[in-house]
């Protein structure tokens, strides 16, 4: 899938994930009802806002993260997390950085996350709630039971998205060999397939809180997951309208990063979706035609390489004229020949009948 969440602050949340060391040391401050202060990091930039405090350098454990969260200052840990390095100290981040927190505590863990490139972890004893800082970004982590409901609701959604997708996709299929792909046909299928990438992000940030207990909820999307990806980066290969010297990749990428950056609802505008493949207003009629240039047909063939499709593809201006081509006029591609051509021309056949059959079977 597309990377859609902010990895730093995806990374520190991994950290604290239900069956790491980390989560049962702040579950047990939780339930002792006190609050604590942890920096997981002990590199010169954090150690240039510490003050006072004293020198450890133990061994981690929940336990003993527990039993130092009895003193008012921060905990400071290496940044694997497998040792605490220094307890009971003062964090003196610049009062100038701006903060949206109230409290204490919270406040200096914003400030400090703002300043320091490091997870910082905020335990609230009166509110009983776990705080996660990295960067500018700040997450609350929830409870599990809620997480599970969560991802269980994005799962259903996220099947009647993918059933959707798999429908305009086979239509699509069906349309390109007749030759009557419309803008609305393109569009439905770059509609379903970017809210199938939403929501399956959604659920990735459900995973990542839910730890070792959302091995169920990965085993569901990773099912409904499978093939989007490739499938709609083929559509936009196939669709999108390039320029200049721009590579093949960059455009997919672009296309992908212009459709991420609409909201739900501009994502239902034919004119926003058909900008983010490069093209101009008066293309988005609906009723439109368009011609595929073949990629995604092509790379439904077994065994034939990418770069082999890419010349098959540089060769014929279109679908149409690669599904018209003789046998002769294949193996002019270079790195096909006569064995391959025929390969090439039976594939598309059986390819092309299957695609009509399915759409009106």
Known sequence: MTVRRN???TEALALVAPGQPLREGLDRILKANRGA??????????????????????????????????????????ADTSRIARANVHLMPESSIPTSETGTRHRTAERVARSVDVPVVSVSASMSTIAMYRNEHKHSLQPIG???????????????????????LAALSAHEVEDTVSVRDVVEVLQAGEMVARIADEVEGYLV??????RLVRLQL????????????LVVRDYVRTGGKVSAAQSVDTVFNALQALSTDDLLEVRKVMAALGMPAS?????????????????????????????????????????RA???????VGGIGESRARSVKSGLARLAEASIFERYD
């Open 7 to 9: 990895l730093a602050l």
């Open 37 to 78: 202060l942890v920096i997981v990091g002990d590199d010169p930039s954090v150690l240039a806002v510490c003050s006072g405090g004293f020198l450890l350098d133990a061994e981690f454990s929940p336990q003993r993260l527990s039993e130092l969260a009895k003193m008012d200052g921060a905990i400071i840990m290496a």
């Open 146 to 168: 809620w997480l599970r409901d969560r991802a269980t609701q994005a799962l259903a959604t996220l099947q009647r998205f993918r059933s959707r997708f798999d429908v305009a």
């Open 209 to 214: 809180e839910l730890g070792e207990d959302g």
């Open 222 to 233: 990773g099912e409904l997951s499978e093939g989007v990806e490739q499938s709609r980066r």
């Open 283 to 323: 293309a988005a009629d609906p009723h439109a035609g368009l011609e595929p240039r073949g990629y995604r047909l092509l790379s439904r063939l077994p065994r034939f390489s990418e770069a082999v499709i890419d010349r098959i593809v540089g060769q014929f201006s279109g679908l149409q004229q690669i599904l």
């Open 326 to 332: 003789s046998v002769t006029e294949l193996e002019q």
